[in-house]
Each structure stands twice: as structure tokens, then as C-alpha cells.
Nanobody, 121 residues
């Protein structure tokens, strides 16, 4: 069964960095496109980044473009999101999910439980 577990969130100051991890089980991470999404209180869920299952092509939403990097380690069966130069507006619960397509997630996707990222002084 497909399962995703996020980790790596926490409290950081503006300008700081975090690396989020999405550990997969029940499948290999090169078998599905996997993406990162986030949702802040009172806000709609938004796509952050997506990495394809085939050629590793990546997508970044404008809000994180140039600051965030998605990567995949097949040996560890894990997808990462490196977040640098964090801003208060990056504060949200971050989720990973299968079947991303750009900023969207397709029907039938599997989701992790989320990890909280708080950027504050």
C-alpha cells in the first residue's frame, strides 16, 4: 500500500532554511510523480513543487521558485524539499503527495500526514 511520511518541519527565523523529507513505502519514488503542497490556516491548499517519475523534470510555483529545490533519492526511497531564504508567508503545513502535475494533484493521489513549517521572528 502506498504510504508517505513527511518530516523535517519546524520553527525557523526569516531567511533560514529547512529540508523536508517525504519517505515512501509500498512503492518506489521513481514510479510516481511526487509533489509538495502546503496549506496555511484560512488559505486554500497550493502546489509548491513537483518532480516527475520518469525524467525527473521539476516544477516550482512562483512563490518558491529560486528558493526551493525538490529532489529524489531512489536509494533512500525519499523525496526532499530544500527550502532556503524562508519568509513568514511560507508558514504552512507541508504535505507530499503522489500524482502531482505541476501545481495540481490528480484524482486518486496518496497523501502524507503533513509537517508544520513556521517562519517567524
Amino acid at each position: 500500500q502506498v504510504q508517505l511520511v513527511e518530516s523535517g518541519g519546524g520553527l525557523v527565523q526569516p531567511g533560514g532554511s529547512l529540508r523536508l523529507s517525504c519517505a515512501a513505502s509500498g512503492f518506489t519514488v521513481d514510479h510516481y510523480p511526487i509533489g509538495w503542497f502546503r496549506q496555511a490556516p484560512g488559505k486554500e491548499r497550493e502546489g509548491v513543487s513537483c518532480i516527475s517519475s520518469s525524467d525527473g523534470d521539476t516544477y516550482y510555483a512562483d512563490a518558491g521558485n529560486g528558493r526551493f529545490t525538490i529532489s529524489r533519492d531512489n536509494a533512500k526511497n525519499t523525496v526532499y524539499l530544500q527550502m532556503n531564504s524562508l519568509k513568514p508567508e511560507d508558514t504552512a503545513v507541508y504535505y507530499c503527495a503522489t500524482n502531482c502535475l505541476g501545481a495540481a494533484v490528480l484524482f486518486g493521489a496518496s497523501w502524507g500526514q503533513g509537517t508544520q513549517v513556521t517562519v517567524s521572528s
